[in-house]
């Protein structure tokens, strides 16, 4: 019989910083587990839901259509949020199940062991992630152990992607520095045939930081949240097929940004590219590009840390305890908590979590 190791903290925050671990996460999950499939739902703002990692990804493409419809994502509700692991059908009956698209078009289409499902919602910076477990119908729902055993690995796979979805932001940044041709008087994307960023410039590297329906995927696609996903698409494909390419535009209405200020209606224009259609520039425009600016404009006060604080960042990325960064840097417990309080203060943090997700973002690591 096979066995596997438990897993670690260490082989978790591992795969915060390895694609390969972090596509196969949900498969160890599942095998730890004895269940037949665990997968992680990234819920981005704006009603778009990327499918990231799981087991069994037959099924993803055709679930993705349909995840609106299905009657346990529909129970994915804040007062669930960080609260732990829990049973499904503690709100969603298993007969009311068996009679949904879900259960019909995906469980029974795809002949998946899937049936009895036990989640986990967790929030991020950018957005909501769900970890699901399944079992097949004969296996009998989620035991009180069993629900505890997952929850042994709640802090551990927050923390995994809150620094996932930092590690991307620090990626649209790389981007944007590594290319300054493109003029910055307005938001300009540069994309490849499959809608892959090739380069922006720094008011588009500004705007997707600050927009929820503007999405940076782990493959590099950009993306658009809601409705308006499969327009964008399309308009990608026509400004980049290589034969008759061709322009076109997409609105996107007035929002609130990620950090509370409105954004105006913005127009996504797609002009064809002279490189045999295989590439297209998204220059973002609105009526008056002079308040698109000044929206942009957002002073950040200049924040000073100190090496020590610097010290203690590293070590909470890596996954030490207070304990352990005062044993590590040869001081007191009390002491890790002083530095620790004075980088929530500067920061603007109100736990350490969120003091790391900030210090990612403002490039201190």
Not at 85 to 103: I, P, Q
Not at 169 to 174: G, K, L, P, T, V
Not at 191 to 204: K, P, Q
Request: contains cysteine; proline residues 4%; hydrophobic residues 40%.
């Amino acid at each position: 019989m096979y066995m596997t190791l438990p897993l670690s903290h260490h082989d978790i925050y591992d795969a915060a910083l390895d694609d390969m671990l972090f596509d196969i996460l949900p498969q160890r999950l599942a095998r730890e587990m004895n269940v037949p499939s665990a997968i992680f739902f990234w819920l981005h703002p704006g009603n778009m839901q990327e499918i990231s990692a799981g087991t069994q990804p037959e099924a993803n493409a055709d679930y993705i259509e349909i995840l609106d419809q299905d009657p346990w994502m529909a129970e994915v509700k804040d007062e669930r949020a960080n609260s732990g692991a829990f049973r499904l059908t503690d709100h969603v009956s298993a007969e009311a199940f068996e009679k949904s698209v879900m259960y019909n078009e995906i469980t029974l289409k795809h002949r998946l062991d899937r049936f009895w499902c036990l989640g986990m919602i967790q929030d991020t910076r950018d957005g909501r992630v769900v970890t699901a477990f399944h079992k097949g119908k004969q296996a009998g729902d989620f035991s009180d152990s069993e629900l505890g055993f997952v929850n042994r690995h709640s802090r551990d796979l927050g923390r995994l992607h809150s620094i996932r979805r930092e590690l991307i932001r620090n990626n649209i940044r790389e981007i944007a520095a590594a290319d300054r041709t493109l003029q910055g008087e307005m938001p300009i994307f540069d994309l490849d045939h499959e809608g892959r960023l090739l380069r922006m410039n720094g008011m588009a590297e500004t705007l997707l930081l600050l927009h929820p329906l503007l999405i940076l995927q782990r493959n590099q696609i950009l993306a658009i949240g809601g409705p308006k996903k499969q327009a964008f698409n399309a308009a990608v494909g026509n400004a980049t097929v290589a034969a008759h390419s061709h322009a076109s535009w997409l609105d996107l209405p007035p929002m609130r940004a990620q950090d509370g200020r409105i954004l105006p209606n913005l127009r996504l224009n797609l002009l064809p590219q002279n490189t045999n259609g295989r590439r297209a520039l998204v220059i973002v425009t609105t009526e008056d590009a002079a308040e698109l600016k000044s929206d942009f404009y957002s002073p950040q006060e200049k924040i000073s840390l100190t090496q020590r604080e610097r010290d203690i960042l590293t070590g909470l990325v890596k996954g030490h305890r207070r304990d352990q960064l005062a044993h590590d840097l040869g001081i007191t417990v009390p002491t890790v908590d002083l530095h620790s309080g004075n980088l929530r203060r500067k920061l603007g943090a109100r736990t350490m979590l969120e003091a790391v997700a900030i210090a990612f973002k403002a490039g201190f690591l």
